[in-house]
């Protein structure tokens, strides 16, 4: 099993749409997680932090289910600017932080 | 303020050939991460640095590769004889205050190898 997974996609949706994504982990000691999103061929920049309790930020809500071991991130009205790639990150012990292969969001007009 | 910097930004070179990849952290930073990117494999971690010292290296596919950080500026990940296999692009990363913060990644070397 990945330490790390998440549907590829991609997520086709029209502008103003709600879309959620879901990531698994397997490492049930795992204390730090973080939703980071790549645009085309550039490089990873964080998006938020995934707290214990849920965050929001803007339009963005990010959940952590321990229980469960997933984190998810809400996106509510979608942008054509959000189009990218999404990389759910996990610690992982002594390997630092494990990133997930991505889950691509296309936003369309 | 200067992210972190990557040299070259591409790369094509032959199979055999010897490649080094440079890499200057934010300044401050004393954390230091080499990942690969390949649409089959995702984003993997090689190795990373604190201090300037290796901590886990266990990501480095073999012995043809190898990286060093003689000093907090700056580090290398070089690649001796390449192959096909290893066409990616190599991002280097830093942070500060542990390898579970934020990390800021550059731009990121495209490496081909023919």
């Known amino acids: 099993r990945k330490e790390v997974e998440q549907d590829p996609g991609p997520f086709n949706v029209p502008e103003g749409a709600t879309v959620a994504f879901n990531c698994t982990y397997s490492?049930?000691?795992?204390?730090?997680f973080f939703w980071y999103r790549q645009d085309c061929r550039k490089e990873p920049k964080l998006l938020m932090s995934?707290?214990?309790s849920g965050n929001e930020d803007g339009r963005f809500t990010a959940q952590l289910n321990r229980a469960s071991q997933y984190i998810s991130l809400l996106i509510r009205d979608s942008k054509l600017s959000d189009s990218a790639t999404y990389l759910c990150v996990v610690s992982t012990g002594r390997r630092a932080l494990t990133f997930g292969s991505g889950t691509r969001l296309q936003v369309q007009p | 303020d200067a992210g972190v910097i990557q040299s070259p930004r591409h790369e094509v070179t032959e199979m055999g050939q010897e490649v080094t990849l440079r890499c200057k952290p934010i300044s401050g930073h004393d954390y230091l991460f080499w990942y690969r990117q390949t649409m089959m494999r995702g984003l993997e971690l090689l190795i990373y640095f604190n201090n300037n010292v290796p901590i886990d290296d266990s990501g480095m596919p073999e012995d043809r590769f190898s990286a060093k950080m003689p000093n907090a500026s700056f580090s290398t990940l070089k690649i001796q004889p390449s192959e096909p296999r290893d066409s990616a692009v190599y991002f280097c990363a830093s942070s500060l205050g542990g390898p579970y913060n934020e990390q800021f990644f550059g731009p990121g070397t495209r490496l081909t190898v023919l």
């Open positions: 490492n049930s000691a795992s204390q730090s």
């Open positions: 995934v707290y214990s």
